[in-house]
């Protein structure tokens, strides 16, 4: 079991920035992929942005290539998401999921843990 706790999301301008912190505990969280989604009202959950167990490869949707990053640090545990230049449609839930896997993946399915979420909020 791995549990995953999201913090860093709140109210921002446009043109601000966040970062979003995501905490793992439980099992070795070096061995597992982590992927970043959200899912704004009345949609689905979507891919952001994933990162491989070792942090070496990185994937992002084209919407936010430019303006998110995200990273890990393996012996703290911790996983990020940097979202710079921020849209009004960056609003959403985010989400921080982990994967039983070296490779990181942009499907739901293919992630095995999931946090509560954390709200972001961008006012234009």
């Known amino acids: 079991q791995v549990q995953l706790v999201e913090s860093g999301g709140g109210l921002v301008q446009a043109g601000g920035c966040l970062r979003l912190?995501?905490?793992?505990?439980?099992?070795?969280?070096?061995?597992?992929?982590m992927g970043w989604f959200r899912q704004a009202p009345g949609k689905e959950r979507e891919f952001v942005a994933a990162i491989d167990a070792s942090g070496t490869l990185r994937y992002y949707m084209d919407v936010v290539k430019g303006r998110f990053t995200i990273s890990r640090d393996n012996a703290r545990n911790m996983g990020y998401l940097q979202m710079n230049s921020l849209k009004a449609e960056d609003t959403a839930v985010y989400y921080c999921?982990?994967?039983?896997?070296?490779?990181?993946?942009?499907?739901?399915?293919?992630?095995?843990?999931w946090g509560q979420g954390t709200q972001v909020t961008v006012s234009s």
């Open positions: 999921a982990a994967r039983g896997a070296y490779f990181a993946s942009d499907r739901n399915p293919d992630y095995d843990y």
């Open positions: 912190s995501c905490a793992a505990s439980g099992r070795t969280f070096s061995s597992y992929a």
